[in-house]
């Protein structure tokens, strides 16, 4: 199967700190990858759409200068939330779509639990 | 992409079959029914998928009505680490392979009783 790993899978962080989030297709290509933020007892919210060379297209919203995605190989996008404060605090999960699937599964990591302090 | 409508919420005897049913009364003809599930703290996991046609995999099956406007996902035998959200997305699928955003409901809690 296609594995997605994320890292960290945990983070604390104190307000006003920069963090970097990693989303790494381990055994396949991916030709998008999608970031996602889940509030407790919320699903999932989209909030960026990422493909390899080229930049993110950002959910109505969300604040792309806030949250940085750099999706700079076809395995490796990194989602970086700038100057984070408690609000920010959440689950953030990744998924990818693999190159050469004829259609749309997508494979999504562990999440990253951030905390803001 | 249609909407889709799922009980809130479900229980299920340990070994017995879980039935999930969706309901997805807009979808149009070239929309495909997607299952997803998220267990507590995890990313989704994708579980089946259709377009029309029963389906079945190693992990469940997928009845899809004539008229289509709404599905149920089968797990035969639940076991207690079936326990989780399960999501039903209702897509539509283009050539652009890979663009294709999933927007998730609320789902339904599954908890398998033991």
């Known amino acids: 199967g296609a594995v997605v790993s994320q890292h960290p899978s945990r983070v604390i962080c104190k307000s006003g700190t920069s963090v970097k989030i990693e989303c790494r297709s381990l055994d396949f290509q991916a030709t998008t990858m999608f970031w996602y933020r889940q509030f407790p007892k919320q699903s999932l919210m989209l909030m960026a759409t990422?493909?390899?060379?080229?930049?993110?297209?950002?959910e109505q919203g969300v604040e792309k200068d806030k949250f940085l995605i750099n999706h700079a190989s076809l395995t490796l996008s990194t989602l970086t939330v700038t100057s984070a404060h408690p609000e920010d605090s959440s689950f953030y999960i990744c998924s990818a779509h693999r190159l050469g699937d004829s259609y749309n599964e997508q494979f999504f990591g562990p999440g990253t639990r951030l905390t803001v302090l | 992409d249609a909407k889709t409508t799922q009980p809130t919420s479900m229980d299920c005897a340990e070994g017995r079959a879980a039935n999930l049913p969706c309901n997805h009364s807009?979808?149009?003809?070239?929309?495909?029914v997607y299952w997803y599930r998220q267990i507590h703290s995890q990313g989704p996991q994708y579980i089946i998928h259709g377009l029309k046609n029963n389906e079945t995999n190693e992990m469940a099956s997928l009845i899809i009505t004539e008229d289509r406007k709404s599905s149920t996902l089968i797990l035969p035998h639940a076991t207690l680490r079936d326990t989780a959200v399960y999501y039903c997305?209702?897509?539509?699928?283009?050539?652009?392979?890979?663009?294709?955003?999933?927007?998730f409901g609320t789902g339904t809690r599954l908890t398998i009783i033991p």
């Open positions: 807009t979808i149009s003809g070239n929309e495909y």
């Open positions: 990422s493909n390899e060379g080229s930049k993110a297209t950002y």
């Open positions: 997305i209702v897509r539509g699928e283009t050539s652009n392979f890979g663009n294709e955003k999933l927007t």
